[in-house]
């Protein structure tokens, strides 16, 4: 099981551009008692048999990781949701992509923590491969977005020590104005 909400969507993000995606959506909202996160994605997709065998865990399409006998992600997010009283969705189709929707009570005791968020987001961004990432983060006081493609254009690349120390900082601003209140709109960098 994954210790955090961040392992989770890191997991899903993952397969996502490991699935072809060319853009991945994250949408992360955070209403106080609600966590909502979706990451909907353009790549291979998934016929409804898959989509019917994604909640056991001894199913995978061999495809992602040849001679693995187990797809353990998607089956622990569901039961992970579902026992703790929250609600997810999937919804895919072949060539047309993937989307992955949850919601999580985090008044209930078994949700794990969010984790470390600033460390997430600036993993998402930096996984290998050309594909672009769109992450809206919001919650009751504000909001920001942040875009792959404007990091990497400001940035020049997401691989360096250096350039990923700039990029935990400007997502660490980011996180400190949404806490405060200060964000109200789209954050380009």
């Known amino acids: 099981m994954h210790a955090s909400v961040c392992d989770q969507l890191h997991d899903l993000v993952q397969n996502a551009i490991e699935a072809g995606a060319s853009c991945v959506r994250v949408m992360w909202r955070d209403t106080g008692r609600w966590l909502e996160i979706c990451i909907a994605d353009d790549g291979c997709g998934m016929t409804a048999e898959m989509r019917e065998r994604v909640a056991d865990p001894f199913c995978t399409d061999g495809r992602k ?103 935990r900082d400007y997502i660490a601003s980011q996180e400190e104005a949404l806490q405060k209140g200060q964000n109200h709109g789209r954050h380009d960098t």
């Open 65 to 167: 990781h040849p001679g693995r006998r187990v797809g353990l992600g998607l089956a622990f997010l569901r039961q992970m949701v579902l026992e703790t009283g929250g609600s997810w969705n999937l919804e895919s189709e072949p060539n047309m992509g993937t989307t992955v929707s949850f919601r999580l009570d985090q008044t209930h005791w078994d949700v794990p923590p969010a984790g470390d968020v600033v460390s997430a987001i600036a993993g998402l961004m930096a996984f290998e491969g050309e594909y672009d990432l769109v992450l809206t983060r919001a919650t009751s006081r504000g909001r920001y977005e942040v875009r792959r493609a404007d990091l990497r254009e400001a940035l020049g690349e997401l691989e360096t020590a250096t350039s990923l120390g700039m990029l």
